[in-house]
């Protein structure tokens, strides 16, 4: 849960000081700026669930799916954010950012997995 509370602030300085400051100066860091509050939730409310992951070693993607879906909704539909401008790229940085939660949260799982097997 505190994970999902840094995101949140993390979203939150992304929107209100990295783009005021670096909007409109080049093309490809207005692509990322723009797009980096959808790859950072994409990949931290994912990753905030992690110890019950590790802990019931039961996992199974949904909360990378469905978070993914909910951003890219939100992308067609935006119901929650008063942006009402339609960009592919958010779409391109939430899936990039849930295929980076998927290998993080699988590679804590592999070690998990390890540790286990070599105390036994």
Not at 1 to 14: G, H, P, R, T
Not at 21 to 42: E, K, T, W
Not at 73 to 84: A, I, T
């Amino acid at each position: 849960m505190k994970n999902l509370i840094y995101c949140l602030f993390l979203v939150f300085v992304i929107n209100s000081h990295l783009r005021e400051h670096f909007l409109g100066s080049y093309f490809v860091l207005d692509i990322i700026i723009g797009s980096l509050p959808n790859f950072v939730a994409a990949m931290i409310i994912p990753l905030s669930f992690v110890d019950y992951y590790v802990k019931y070693k039961k996992y199974n993607g949904v909360v990378i799916f469905m978070t993914a879906i909910f951003l890219i909704f939100e992308e067609f539909y935006p119901f929650l954010s008063g942006n009402e401008v339609f960009d592919e790229f958010d779409i391109i940085f939430t899936i990039s950012g849930s295929f980076l939660s998927y290998s993080i949260i699988k590679r804590c799982k592999c070690k998990k997995n390890y540790k286990n097997e070599t105390y036994k």
